[in-house]
């Protein structure tokens, strides 16, 4: 370890946002789930959270990892449920406001939420997106205005895009500027990412 690579897992450390998320619904594809890993590394989300590809149609397991998460998955935890209703409800009462982009009679612009209130992006399947009750029990849907002919965007284009707006509504806010985690877990994971 050097004191420079050191130096860098201190500052990335103090950057990290463990009041910003998301919720992977059964994301199939392993670029997909690996893409969005490494944008949730870059925007600082300290722990994704993910419902396995399941229902009969694959294993039950997380997709794995490719070489599209340039190893975002060392840096970013991510965190199984068994499914999206009851992982949305867990959310919740831990303090996140769940934010599912679907399209529906209440949807909004992406850009129209609180960013810098603890927030879970709650993404969906390639193929058949955030079900109808995992969207009725977040706390808004929100929608990326498409003006194209095409109806949707990849999952992981979708998820940079919603969390870079993220990002700039929590830079504006100072959010970046001192670190959000706790003095022991900042002391704890600088030591876990040094010395695995
Ligand atoms: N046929 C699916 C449907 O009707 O929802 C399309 C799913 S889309 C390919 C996969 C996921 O990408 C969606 O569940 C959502 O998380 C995200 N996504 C794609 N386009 C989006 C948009 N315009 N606004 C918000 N999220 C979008």
Redesign the pocket.
Known sequence: MTPERYAKIQRVLALRQPTLTVLMDEVNKPHNFSAILRTCDAVGVLTAHAVPPNNGRESGHLPTFNATSGSAEKWVNVQAHPDAVSAVRALQAGGMQVLA???SQRSVD?REPDYTRPTCL?????????SDEAADAADAN?????FGMV?????SV??AT?LFEAQRQRLAAGLYQQPQLAAADLARLTFEWAYP
């Open positions: 982009t679907h399209l992406y709650l993404l969906g399947a390639e193929k058949w997106g955030v929100i929608v990326i205005p498409m109806q949707s965007l990849n999952v979708a998820a919603i």
